[in-house]
């Protein structure tokens, strides 16, 4: 009887130690909007119902990027920016992102972007294009938040910008290595 408690224990605890560890490899709720609120700031009212809403809908990443983009467009737009990604279970990499996009849509804005990422395996996977809808409206400043998805892999890259922009569009984000003025 003592031998079989001990092989049933012997076999529970990996499992457990293993669901532990899994979570360990995802950043928690409080940590990113700790973490957002200190990269973005004062002036970050709302950012918390815009975290908890992206939780909901995925629950927690296991990677992000911070950093800042610049973006334009009359009908036609171009987007570019650079920061740096962090996987939770450790190493960080700087990545740049280009993307055109096509809509209506008009004006300039900066940012800075907090991006959380989903189902991630590498930082090496995330460098190609991920289609992209996009919609703002910047006077003066604002936050907004949106999804880009390939494969498995999510991207929410929530963006506090200033400008003077407005309208709806589509295209994609290209994450590379290194910067290009090439938006294609």
Known sequence: ??????????????????????????????????????????????????????????????????????????GIGARYGNGTLTMKKGGSTTVHWTGPSIGFDAGANASKVFVLIYHLPNAGALFQRFPAVDGSLYFIGGISANYHQSDNIILAPMRLGAGLRAGVNVGYMKYTRKKTWNPF
Do not use: C, W
Not at 6 to 35: Q, R
């Open 1 to 74: 009887m003592i031998k079989r408690i001990f092989i049933l224990i012997s076999i529970i605890i990996p499992l457990l130690s293993a669901s532990v560890f899994a979570e360990d490899d995802n950043y928690d709720k409080n940590s990113i909007i700790n973490d957002a609120a200190d990269f973005f700031g004062e002036g970050t009212e709302g950012l918390g119902e815009v975290i908890e809403k992206i939780f909901k809908q995925h629950g927690r990443p296991n990677a992000i990027i911070k950093g800042e983009e610049a973006s334009g467009a009359l």
